[in-house]
Each structure stands twice: as C-alpha cells, then as structure tokens.
C-alpha cells in the first residue's frame, strides 16, 4: 500500500516541540542495577512530555552504507552480548511498533533510500535505557540504524531531516557513550577515570553547548585524546545523531556527567525549553 506523505503525516499530530536526548548507555549490567545512573534516567523519564512516538538511535544497530528503520508492529527484544549473567538475558521489554509512522520517517529521509526492517527488534542501546526511561511504553518504539560508512557531517545532515517531527509528537535518543574505550576499561570498582578521557569528555561537552558543531563533526582533528577516547566511532555518532536534532538557539542539560569503569563516558544531554 502507498501512502501520500500528508496521509502519514496525519498518523502524528501538531504537538509542542518535543525533548531531544543523548543517552550513555555503557555497561549492559546497568540494565539490572539500581545505581545513580539507572536512578537518574527514571528521573528524567519521568518529567519526559506525552509522546507519540519514541524513535531510538543505537550504537549497536549498524548497516555500512545503508538506513534502516524498524516497522514490525511488534518489537522483539535483541540480546546482543555475551558473557553476561543469565539474568540480563531475562530482562523483557514489551513494546509495539509502527508500520505508518516507520514509512513516515522513511520519507523524511527518501534522499538516502532508508529501508524498512522487520528482521531488526529493540537491541540492548535501546531496552536497556527505554526500561528507566520510559518503563511501559503506550506508544510505539522504533529505532533507525547507524549508516557505518557515512562521514559523520553527512549522518548529521540525515539526521537533520527528522527535526520537523519533533513537533509532530516524537522523542528522539541518541544512545552510544561520547568516551567509548573498552579496550582500556577499568573494572575494579570505583576506578579512577583516565585523564585522557575526562579531557576529552570536558572538551566534546563544552562544544556541544557552544554548538561548536564543526570541531564535533571532526573529532580526530579537534582533539588530540580522541584516538584514545574514540578508538572506533560507533559510540559517538548516536550523540551526532542527537545533535543534529536540535533547532538553532536551543539549549541542553547534561546528567549523568560522570566516567565509568576509567574510560566510558555516561555524559548524557536532554534539551531544554
């Protein structure tokens, strides 16, 4: 079935601007703890506005040189990890998806012929984060995959794309870890951060406030910690995806501003009015 774009359109109503965020998503266990982090992402799910839909980009959903969108109006639940306890492998996550509002987002980005996914559920960027933040979820969720091969000021210019639908009712988060260097994670409790990886941290916050967003968009050139904070850039371009998303003037606040296991950054943003 083909759908003019003002049919689709009609699927999701004016709505006041809805909130933008980047989520650190970092250790999967998080996702079965209570600890500061988990206790502040209920927090700010909590004084998040009535959406009508929530659209998720994750780290661990990548298609080199292709977009992905899911559109199964179920959402099956990706347990992507191992070596993990059973019990991470336990956690459900009971959501629909969309199949209009997946087309809907598809032609906002005809340009890059995004395709829509049934194979694809709710991976663990996602679940893991969505179960604090929006525990029970009477809206659909869906999530649209990272194109690997893309230079990051082109992801930004897709993603750009998709900024008009915040007025049309739709969360958007990025989820990923602007310090994402698992190689040299600490895992002894209480590690001590490296210095490299809170420079780096200090220094990507202090440009997204400013919306230094060329320095952002070219990380290895900006900064000399960035090939040690971003050995590979999966992580980081869910908070490009993020950032994209805002209007010009507006503002964000940073939670969960701290470093985890030395080397991953929980530094999370949400806009604010």
Request: no cysteine.
């Amino acid at each position: 079935m083909s759908y003019a774009l003002s049919d689709l359109e009609n699927r999701l109503v004016p709505s006041p601007l809805m909130p933008a965020l980047f989520v650190g998503h970092g250790n999967p266990m998080h996702a079965i703890s209570d600890n500061d982090y988990t206790r502040t992402w209920t927090r700010v799910g909590e004084g998040l506005p009535a959406a009508q839909a929530i659209v998720v980009v994750s780290a661990h959903w990548l298609t080199p040189g292709e977009v992905h969108i899911t559109d199964a109006p179920r959402n099956e639940i990706i347990y992507d990890f191992g070596g993990f306890p059973d019990e991470l492998s336990r956690v459900t996550y009971e959501t629909t998806g969309d199949p209009d509002v997946a087309r809907l987002l598809a032609q906002q980005l005809a340009e890059y012929e995004a395709e829509l996914d049934k194979q694809w559920g709710l991976d663990h960027g996602t679940w893991s984060v969505l179960k604090f933040l929006a525990p029970a979820p009477d809206v659909p969720v869906l999530q649209i995959s990272i194109d690997y091969a893309m230079p990051l000021p082109r992801l930004y210019e897709l993603f750009s794309r998709l900024r008009r639908l915040r007025r049309r009712g739709v969360v958007f988060i990025g989820s990923g870890n602007i310090v994402h260097a698992l190689g040299r994670a600490r895992w002894e409790p209480q590690a001590p951060a490296y210095d490299w990886a809170l420079q780096f941290d200090a220094d990507t916050a202090e440009a997204i406030v400013e919306r230094d967003v060329a320095r952002l968009l070219d990380p290895y050139r900006s900064w000399s910690e960035a090939r040690l904070a971003v050995p590979t850039d999966d992580h980081y371009r869910p908070m490009v995806a993020a950032l994209s998303l805002l209007e010009p003037q507006e503002q964000v606040e940073f939670f969960n501003d701290t470093m985890d296991m030395g080397s991953i950054s929980m530094r999370s943003f949400i806009t604010v009015a």
